[in-house]
């Protein structure tokens, strides 16, 4: 089992940038394929990242492709969202969620897939 905590949620303005940290407990990080996900007030939680196990492998929404950027340590038992050239339509309370792998380069993006779950960040972007 693993536990994912969120930080790094705040408010900005358009065009600021902001990263997003998800730490996760136990020992076997490296086995868990990661993912961020948003969700907006009135609307559906929606993918936004998500990396393989090594952090080899990532694949985004055409959204935020080119501005948003998943990467992990898994040294340090954590993965990051670092989100450039935010919009007011980013605004969003932001999940990072794990999928345990036995093996392979697999990302994964609905939210059926994913196990485990943190609390959420809000991120708040003015225009």
């Known amino acids: 089992q693993v536990q994912l905590v969120e930080s790094g949620g705040g408010l900005v303005q358009a065009g600021d940038s902001l990263r997003l940290s998800c730490a996760a407990s136990?020992?076997?990080?490296?086995?868990?394929?990661m993912g961020w996900f948003r969700q907006a007030p009135g609307k559906e939680r929606e993918f936004v990242a998500g990396t393989s196990r090594s952090g080899a492998y990532t694949t985004y929404p055409n959204s935020v492709k080119g501005r948003f950027t998943i990467s992990r340590d898994n040294a340090k038992n954590t993965v990051y969202l670092q989100m450039n050239s935010l919009k007011p339509n980013d605004t969003a309370v932001y999940y990072c969620a794990a999928r345990f792998v036995y093996s392979g380069g697999s990302q994964y993006t609905r939210i059926s897939e994913y196990d485990y779950w943190g609390q959420g960040t809000q991120v708040t972007v003015s225009s």
């Open positions: 136990g020992r076997t990080f490296s086995s868990y394929a």
